[in-house]
């Protein structure tokens, strides 16, 4: 009898311990860590993991229910495991580490990152609890296909650009999938990636700029072909009657028909409808189907899924994204330059004959 008791004593304290994780976890303020499981990926590390499957346990403490365990430094070339429920690194470096998620798949699981820097690392196949990732820094990680988070943050994250798969994700409880898309909003992106992403190109790709630069280039290209071919045989004309004894009055007709003259106007328009047509090329060719189909906000609101599939497909290509998006603001400004001087010439004209 005495021995159930304490048995009984001893579960209450552990699910007292981590009702009391959970609410900091809830709060955001969780640092205290459960155990991990490290497998060193190379014979460097052995002296200092120990043996290749390395596992710590409740620090001693699994009696009492209370496990803290805090880990911070360098990892290189390590399996990352949770083996239990909650898991934190701060300030620690990963160099081609590998993470993987718990066997047991609980959602309760926690993996907390806070200002973590991650290089060449890799995120296996399974379903993570819960990933949390504070101030870290991203340098070309990988998410593999499959990999799957009940709750997912990225609050403050840098280089995220840099990973792969990323938009592959899968989060499970799409009720708590909200926080993601503020993360993005709010992550420190360079230049390119928040102003010339696809989604900021989506604005000039989903105007008809396709159909009309080519029908304007083609056009332009024809009145410009046409005043070459009307001035030349002007030009023939007039030689012919100069060379022949004609009458006053068809000399006189001859002389006042005048070539046409081509002013700054149509080659302006013609560069501009030519960077339109490239830039509209370039974006039928190379924007994601998602993200021509549909908005962030129609993919979030309307359709129900999470930022994270999303946002990362528009920083696919930069190369191609910045031509694009040059080739764009080029286009409409040679166009609008054009369009501003016409009106204005106009008003002008109206004003005159008021």
């Given at each position: 009898?005495?021995?159930?008791?304490?048995?009984?004593?001893?579960?209450?304290?552990?699910?007292?311990?981590?009702?009391?994780?959970?609410?900091?976890?809830?709060?955001?303020?969780?640092?205290?860590?459960?155990?991990?499981?490290?497998?060193?990926?190379?014979?460097?590390?052995?002296?200092?993991?120990?043996?290749?499957?390395?596992?710590?346990?409740?620090?001693?403490?699994?009696?009492?229910?209370?496990?803290?365990?805090?880990?911070?430094?360098?990892?290189?070339?390590?399996?990352?495991?949770?083996?239990?429920?909650?898991?934190?690194?701060?300030?620690?470096?990963?160099?081609?580490?590998?993470?993987?998620?718990?066997?047991?798949?609980?959602?309760?699981?926690?993996?907390e990152f806070f200002d973590c820097t991650f290089i060449d690392?890799?995120?296996?196949?399974?379903?993570?609890?819960?990933?949390?990732?504070?101030?870290?820094?991203?340098?070309?990680?990988?998410?593999?296909?499959?990999?799957?988070?009940?709750?997912?943050?990225?609050?403050?994250?840098?280089?995220?650009?840099?990973?792969?798969g990323l938009e592959t994700v899968q989060l499970l409880e799409?009720?708590?999938?909200?926080?993601?898309?503020?993360?993005?909003?709010?992550?420190?992106?360079?230049?390119?990636?928040?102003?010339?992403?696809?989604?900021?190109?989506?604005?000039?790709?989903?105007?008809?700029?396709?159909?009309?630069?080519?029908?304007?280039?083609?056009?332009?290209?024809?009145?410009?072909?046409?005043?070459?071919?009307?001035?030349?045989?002007?030009?023939?004309?007039?030689?012919?009657?100069?060379?022949?004894?004609?009458?006053?009055?068809?000399?006189?007709?001859?002389?006042?028909?005048?070539?046409?003259?081509?002013?700054?106007?149509?080659?302006?328009?013609?560069?501009?409808?030519?960077?339109?047509?490239?830039?509209?090329?370039?974006?039928?060719?190379?924007?994601?189907?998602?993200?021509?189909?549909?908005?962030?906000?129609?993919?979030?609101?309307?359709?129900?899924?999470?930022?994270?599939?999303?946002?990362?497909?528009t920083w696919r290509d930069p190369g191609w994204r910045w031509?694009?998006?040059?080739?764009?603001?080029?286009?409409?400004?040679?166009?609008?330059?054009?369009?501003?001087?016409?009106?204005?010439?106009?008003?002008?004209?109206?004003?005159?004959?008021?």
């Open positions: 009898m005495q021995q159930l008791l304490n048995r009984t004593k001893q579960a209450w304290g552990q699910w007292r311990n981590r009702l009391r994780l959970g609410s900091k976890y809830l709060s955001g303020s969780a640092a205290d860590i459960e155990p991990i499981k490290l497998e060193s990926q190379s014979e460097e590390l052995s002296s200092s993991l120990g043996k290749s499957e390395n596992v710590f346990k409740d620090g001693g403490n699994l009696e009492n229910g209370s496990p803290f365990l805090y880990l911070d430094g360098t990892f290189i070339n390590v399996n990352v495991t949770p083996m239990n429920w909650l898991v934190a690194f701060h300030h620690c470096i990963f160099t081609n580490c590998v993470f993987k998620p718990s066997p047991n798949g609980y959602k309760q699981f926690l993996l690392c890799r995120f296996e196949y399974g379903t993570f609890g819960s990933l949390l990732f504070k101030e870290c820094e991203f340098q070309k990680s990988r998410f593999m296909v499959g990999v799957s988070a009940h709750y997912l943050r990225l609050a403050g994250s840098k280089g995220l650009p840099t990973c792969t799409p009720q708590r999938a909200y926080h993601v898309e503020a993360d993005f909003d709010n992550a420190p992106l360079q230049f390119g990636y928040r102003h010339l992403s696809w989604a900021k190109l989506r604005g000039f790709g989903s105007l008809p700029f396709f159909g009309l630069s080519y029908g304007g280039t083609a056009l332009i290209l024809f009145l410009l072909s046409f005043i070459d071919h009307y001035n030349a045989q002007i030009g023939r004309l007039r030689a012919k009657v100069d060379s022949s004894d004609t009458l006053g009055a068809l000399q006189n007709f001859v002389d006042r028909i005048n070539p046409l003259s081509l002013n700054w106007e149509m080659p302006t328009l013609l560069g501009g409808a030519v960077l339109l047509m490239i830039a509209s090329t370039i974006y039928a060719l190379k924007c994601p189907l998602r993200i021509k189909e549909s908005s962030l906000e129609r993919w979030t609101k309307e359709l129900g899924k999470s930022a994270i599939n999303y946002v990362p497909m031509i694009c998006g040059v080739l764009f603001w080029a286009g409409s400004g040679l166009t609008a330059i054009v369009l501003i001087w016409r009106l204005g010439q106009g008003f002008s004209q109206a004003l005159r004959n008021w």
